[in-house]
């Protein structure tokens, strides 16, 4: 009996491959050096606000490897959700409804704004997501990050910074 033809079995992304726990390094790897730069500096972000707790866990489809933040008193769900896709960085934050009216709203970019208001709500809950694309996009939802972290540590809020 002749032996089965080899398969071209192709090495996944360290992203993708959910049997194989990657470094962060290894996730930056997979990513242009645009967005690479644009993960570093939000991963920075996330990780300097004290008590911060950085993760890295399995979230599943379509998630995948994500680097997850938490914030004593933990809730069971993660503070802060920053997504390695190499296609597409991405930072998620859950904010209860209570949280929004809190938030300076009114003082947020158009698509900032949209990314709280148009989310999914499951439970109270406000799932806000943004593409991580360029460096003022980023800065602009890096922003509500840090208000979020305000009101979550009962800090008063920053004016948010204008560019022009």
Avoid at 40 to 69: C, H, I, N
Avoid at 116 to 128: C, E, I, K, N, S
Avoid at 134 to 162: C, D, G, I, M, Y
Wanted: aromatic share 10%; with cysteine.
């Amino acid at each position: 009996m002749a032996a089965a033809p080899k398969k071209n079995l192709t090495q996944r992304n360290a992203w993708e491959d959910r049997f194989r726990t990657p470094t962060a390094q290894a996730l930056c790897d997979g990513m242009n050096r645009q967005f690479a730069s644009l993960f570093d500096t939000a991963r920075e972000k996330l990780r300097g606000f004290s008590g911060m707790v950085e993760q890295l866990s399995w979230e599943g489809l379509p998630w995948r490897w994500t680097m997850t933040y938490r914030l004593p008193p933990d809730n069971g769900r993660a503070w802060a959700y920053l997504v390695p896709d190499p296609n597409k960085p991405q930072i998620a934050l859950p904010i209860p409804v209570q949280m929004v009216s809190a938030l300076p709203m009114h003082r947020y970019k158009k698509h900032v704004k949209d990314g709280v208001l148009l989310g999914r709500m499951v439970d109270g809950v406000y799932w806000a997501s943004w593409d991580i694309t360029s460096k003022p996009q980023l800065t602009e939802v890096l922003e509500l990050v840090q208000h979020k972290h305000n009101v979550s540590t009962k800090k008063p809020a920053p004016a948010p910074t204008r560019s022009v």
